[in-house]
């Protein structure tokens, strides 16, 4: 039988292929809506993280890859697609790193072209001039295992708070949310909407124990 493994999406990391990137961001950023087609995508650096025990199993597979949206009139956004074979308890600083990489990549693009053209905004302790504004980064995370991922959903999930001082200090924090696909509890009208060999994992998943029907 056909048995999608951790290894097997180490394999073959289907995000890769820009008509499976972009139908799983129609269906999930643009409710089924074809916004994005796979010409306007273009991959970005990304990494392959994956922690093996000293027995060399493939314990947790953390697969970033990474696209940019190219739409016309020059509008662009960043989308990262993770895969997760487990629920990972630090995916909220993660994400952060990776989205705080993207922003200030772009910071540092534009404030190198403002050097070439000498055109300095002002005053000089301003970063970039406040018409150049930056391109949104998106980080959907799409869960692969059976279980639903329930925490940690955000950076307070992570967080110890003194005992008494919790009602003070929360609010001076930003609810930092990951975004979440629980792609085994997706709903068939959304399974429908996938276009691309996706469709076929998300039905996997969603059979739950009742694989046989596939």
């Given at each position: 039988g056909y048995h999608l493994g951790a290894k097997d999406l180490a394999e073959k990391n289907l995000l890769q292929y820009k008509d499976v990137f972009s139908d799983i961001v129609n269906v999930n950023l643009f409710g089924g809506r074809h916004y994005i087609s796979a010409n306007e995508l273009s991959r970005e650096p990304g990494e392959l993280i994956?922690?093996?025990?000293?027995?060399?199993?493939?314990?947790?597979?953390?697969?970033?890859?990474?696209?940019?949206?190219?739409?016309?009139?020059?509008?662009?956004?960043?989308?990262?697609?993770?895969?997760?074979?487990?629920?990972?308890?630090?995916?909220?600083?993660?994400?952060?790193?990776?989205?705080?990489a993207k922003y200030m990549?772009?910071?540092?693009?534009?404030?190198e072209a403002n050097r070439q053209q000498q055109a300095y905004p002002s005053p000089i302790t301003k970063g970039?001039?406040?018409?150049?504004?930056?391109?949104?980064?998106?980080?959907l995370v799409l869960n692969y295992s059976q279980k639903e991922w329930k925490k940690p959903r955000c950076l307070n999930d992570m967080l110890e708070f003194p005992e008494d001082?919790?009602?003070?200090?929360?609010?001076?924090?930003?609810?930092?949310?990951?975004?979440?696909?629980?792609?085994?509890?997706?709903?068939?009208?959304?399974?429908?909407?996938?276009?691309?060999?996706?469709?076929?994992?998300?039905?996997?998943?969603?059979?739950?124990?009742?694989?046989?029907?596939?």
């Open positions: 994956t922690k093996s025990s000293s027995d060399n199993k493939l314990k947790q597979l953390q697969m970033d890859v990474p696209m940019k949206c190219n739409k016309k009139y020059n509008t662009r956004f960043f989308v990262c697609l993770e895969n997760q074979s487990d629920i990972n308890n630090i995916m909220p600083v993660r994400d952060m790193g990776y989205q705080h990549e772009q910071v540092r693009t534009i404030k970039i001039h406040d018409t150049q504004k930056l391109d949104p980064v998106i980080t001082m919790k009602c003070e200090l929360e609010p001076w924090i930003p609810s930092y949310s990951v975004c979440v696909i629980n792609l085994a509890s997706q709903p068939e009208t959304t399974i429908r909407q996938y276009q691309s060999d996706f469709k076929y994992i998300v039905r996997y998943l969603s059979c739950g124990n009742d694989r046989k029907k596939l």
